[in-house]
């Protein structure tokens, strides 16, 4: 049976060793910065970019992965005689779908598959990782790609921001924009939901707001097992390994993950994001 090969995007910022332990290929998406040009989570990891963050006078922006990224890549696999699977970041967020579909389009009649997870973060690594895994067993393409749409249906993620200035100045506010104005000691609580920025509530205080994730992700998640979950932060080390406990204590996963924002979601939602995805019930 051919094998499969994994592709997403730096997004889901998927632990080092899991990518090197499931042969995941990673497509990074782009940072740009002044004159700079970064592959995210490659030419600049998220610790470099946070402190470059504090004193910088011009803010960042950011680019999806090239067509002629996703062609190098594609290329290097089938030349292995790999079938392609590319589960990448919601088409929502990002134009990284149309970039991966302009690339198979110059490879007819390959095997190249491509979901739309329509979500990102770990809830976007998790799936992933499932089927990778299945592909390591020898899962083929159409079983892969069924497994990926299917894993996709049962994540989430909630995320407490510190300010919604860099999601409205990057575009991609959504849902949120009726937060916008409200007192700075608020702390909204955002979702993605079908592939988009959501803003669930308002909180008053940050211990609050962490608490408050905790609930919301017990209530997704709605009794159901398996229960995967990872904390995601950016420059909030402490606050996401606090979160992560008490989620863990309430919830009882069987997985559990310790996760940075890349530099590239860092540019949008800011730094002192803390959040939490979840993939249960597969």
């Known amino acids: 049976m051919p094998k499969v090969a994994i592709i997403t995007d730096s997004t889901a910022y998927i632990p080092d060793d899991l ?14 910065w002044g004159d700079e040009m970064f592959a995210d989570g490659v030419d600049i990891l998220p610790s470099q970019f946070y402190e470059r963050l504090k004193t910088a006078k011009v803010m960042p922006s950011t680019s999806q992965v090239t067509p002629a990224t996703f062609h190098a890549m594609f290329q290097k696999l089938l030349d292995q005689d790999y079938q392609i699977l590319a589960v990448l970041i919601s088409e929502g967020l990002s134009g990284t779908i149309a970039s991966a579909i302009q690339a198979r389009d110059m490879f007819p009649g390959s095997p190249i598959e491509i979901v739309d997870s329509r979500t990102s973060a770990m809830a976007l690594g998790y799936p992933v990782l499932t089927v990778a895994q299945a592909a390591a067993h020898g899962a083929g393409l159409a079983e892969c790609k069924d497994l990926a749409e299917k894993a996709c249906q049962h994540t989430g993620v909630v995320f407490a921001v510190d300010t919604l200035e860099f999601l409205h100045r990057g575009g991609r506010i959504g849902g949120a924009q009726r937060f916008l104005g409200t007192a700075l000691n608020i702390k909204p609580i955002l979702e993605l939901v079908d592939g988009k920025v959501e803003g669930i509530e308002r909180v008053r205080t940050r211990k609050k707001s962490m608490a408050r994730l905790v609930e919301l992700i017990e209530d997704r998640i709605g009794g159901r097992t398996p229960v995967r979950l990872a904390s995601l932060h950016a420059n909030a080390r402490e606050e996401a390994g606090e979160l992560l406990e008490i989620a863990n204590q309430r919830l009882h996963p069987i997985e559990s993950i310790f996760a940075e924002v890349s530099p ?19």
């Open 264 to 282: 590239v979601i860092g540019t949008h939602t800011g730094p002192g994001t803390v959040g939490l995805a979840f993939m249960a019930g597969l």
């Open 19 to 32: 990518v090197y332990k499931y042969n995941i290929q990673v497509a990074p998406q782009i940072l740009i």
